[in-house]
């Protein structure tokens, strides 16, 4: 029997999943990322977790197809990353160095959206098509597409950055990037926050909202039970990402455009907000692309790590 692994470093922890060669999840783990001096530690102890699972299932080298590895960070076809956000690491040959360090095992990286995005096409909110648009909604907008099957790299490991699309030309304040105006700025979980602040300091609305206690769930489950200023700030966001898609849908027009993270948890209250500007603004060719919410969760990470390997 043949195997493959995909792995999924964060900047807490390490997903890790043992695949068979037919995409089968057979285990599942953790462990802890160790970000101190550098990231020193990551790549070593991911090599020693994944030789422990070997052992004690008798997996030889033989039977092990691949490594599959997404990062938080952007990575080039090589397997390089020039710079991580929260995992310590500068320049780092992932690839080369956590082959070398499972004793020449194929190793296989890429960015944690876009390998995440690859695995919600394989056996999540994207199953059965091969182009995917994935948008993630978490703390921040992370994004990954997927061109007749494959995941658009870039040049530089940066393809699918869908968060720092400039949504608004007139913002003053800073996004995380050091640019204005960018679209995480609005439409991630701490964007929605911020515009239902903004909202709640312009107007004087009556709302169930509690200004001390703000954030995107807060702000959903309003929704849910008809809150209209709440509803005011699920249009606004959903105007951003909406009109956003529709430019993104008209240089890859995907057949699906699957929404993850933390946001998407809201469930299908949020899709109309998306789809209603989406559809308003996107070209003719674009109008029945479909919304789905993303399906793998937390597992999309591994799941689409160990597809990098399956596909070569």
């Keep these: 029997m ?9 900047g807490t922890t390490v997903k890790m999943g043992l695949f068979s060669a037919e995409g089968e999840l057979i285990h599942k783990w953790e462990i802890k990322t160790q970000t101190q001096n ?8 991911v090599a020693e ?7 004690e299932r008798d997996i030889t080298a033989g039977q092990v197809l691949g490594v599959g590895v997404g990062i938080p960070a952007p990575v080039n076809s090589e397997g390089i990353v020039q710079n991580t956000a929260n995992l310590g690491w500068g320049y780092k040959d992932v690839k080369g160095e956590l082959s070398k360090l499972l004793s020449g095992l194929e190793v ?11 695995g919600e096409m394989w056996m999540g909110g994207g199953q059965g098509r091969k182009n995917v648009v994935m948008v993630t909604l978490g703390t921040g ?3 990954g597409i997927i061109h007749n099957g494959r995941i658009v790299v870039g040049e530089n490991g940066a393809g699918g950055e869908i968060g720092h699309i400039c949504v608004n030309y007139e913002e003053k304040e800073k996004c995380g990037c050091g640019k204005t105006g960018c679209l995480e700025q609005y439409a991630s979980a701490t964007g929605i926050a911020r515009l239902a602040r903004r909202r709640l300091a312009k107007y004087h609305e009556q709302t169930i909202l509690n200004r001390e206690d703000i954030s995107a769930k807060t702000v959903f489950d309003a929704v849910k039970k008809k809150d209209e ?5 699920a249009e606004e966001f959903g105007v951003y990402l909406g009109h956003a898609l529709a430019n993104i849908a008209v240089i890859f027009d995907p057949a699906v455009i699957v929404i993850g993270g933390g946001v998407s948890r ?3 209250v949020l899709l109309p907000f998306i789809e209603k500007p989406f ?9 029945n692309t479909e919304f789905a919410l993303a399906m793998l969760g937390n597992d999309a990470g591994i799941y689409g790590a160990a597809k990098l390997v399956l596909d070569e």
Excluded: H, T, W
């Design 229 to 233: 200023v709440a509803i005011k700030i």
């Design 49 to 55: 977790s994944i030789l422990r699972e070997m052992d």
């Design 108 to 118: 296989r990286a890429g960015n944690d959206a876009n390998v995440a995005a690859l």
């Design 266 to 268: 809201a469930g299908e």
């Design 2 to 10: 043949e195997y493959c692994f995909g792995v999924d470093i964060g």
């Design 279 to 287: 559809r308003e603004r996107a070209f003719f060719a674009n109008q």
């Design 141 to 143: 907008v992370g994004g």
């Design 38 to 45: 550098e990231g020193e530690r990551i790549l070593p102890d």
